[in-house]
């Protein structure tokens, strides 16, 4: 059996227990692109520094070029006795080439290796939520554009509150994910420091040159401490925070859209082709994608909170737990991924019912608050002006009926201010027409919105 890379020392090799129990290249092999794009920098760097020759660099990167290759057809083995994805390349470019790939790993560990990939990898993986992220959003103003002037039940504490916008409410979601964008490239720069050449945490007393690597791999320069660089994972932790803020979002909207599926709402058909049915019941079509958008922030949220509590009692610097960072943070990225693209796919095949919806804005006295506000505007202070429409409520609801459907008589008993130009501000349409502070749901508040987003999201 072939020894260690790290096997001078021992007399025994590892158990088979051990071997299987420690090993991460069952999933760290997903790192390879980035691994050896570091070794890459790596092995230029040492060149120029004087630490190898041109003609060893050479066939390193011959030798990488080809294993990248060979990586990408499925022709590489993947050696669980070599344990990690740095020590499967290194080991096998030596195989290939021989002596010049012994010289690699020169003022290099693999506590500094596995840092620069990491974060060469989440940088990655930023990008692509981001450009996820922005395919939901359009897919949400495409919904918008398509649903002009539609009013709908807006709702406080699930109860009826004030008309709204359909737009007005959609456009909320896009604010939310936009904000989430903002997170993912707040995290991207404050990662984008390059830990390669801290070694295994003290740095080294080779002449190495950490701005050289750090420029080829493109980060912003190297980490300042040598020891904080191998030791520290809160780019990790601030990156599967942010992405469990995503999933949050994500998870309102699906519990929104599956109500509004329901039958109780009937606000939303979605399209069969993003509904399931019932194994026993044949009349079922259920949204069953929304309902797994909401059940899988419960995985992103655990993934956060497994990397917190893996990092929460680690002294510095290196520690082996740390090796468990990474399935955590793939799975995160897969399921955040997966969420906003079914999301999308989601919004682009429901239709609102607007009959249904109109046949329900009627009740709840969605234009109570507006009532409210024509008092003030008749200088009543605006406690009284509750006070008076509370009352105004109690008296509909004695009646079953709606604010509109009371009589200027009744609502003169109830105060002498009232006027003929008070139906000008019942009924929900009259309603939304009055709102016009700005981020309001009033139609030329909205329409700047869906302005906005449409010029940014560059929707034609
Ligand atoms: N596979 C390891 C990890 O993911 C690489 C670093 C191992 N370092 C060590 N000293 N054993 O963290």
Redesign the pocket.
Known sequence: KEGKLWGGRFEESVTEAVEKFTE?ISY?KALYKHDIMGSKAHASMLAQQGLISTSDRDSILQGLDEIERQIKAGEFVWRTDR????MNIEATLTDMIGEPAKKLHTAR???D??QTDFRLWCRDAIDTIIGSIKCLQIALVKLVLKNEGLIIPGYTHLQRAQPVLLQHLLLAYVEQLERDAGRLLDCKVRLNFCPLGAC?LAGTGLPIDRFMTSDALKFAAPMRNSIDAVSDRDFVLEFLSANSITAIHLSRLGEEWVLWASEEFGFITPSDSVSTGSSIMPQKKNPDPMELVRGKSARVIGDLVTLLTLCKGLPLA?N?D??E??EPTFDSVKTIVGMLEVSAEFAQNITFNKERIQKALPAGHLDATTLADYLVNKQIPFRTSHDIVGRAVALCVSKNCQLQDLSLDELKSLSPVFDEDVYEYLGVENAIRKFCSYGSTGSACVASQVDYWVTKLEID
């Open positions: 991460s760290d344990e990690d994805v740095h560990s693999r506590n290796q596995v295994a290196y082996r740390l090796q960072d990474k």
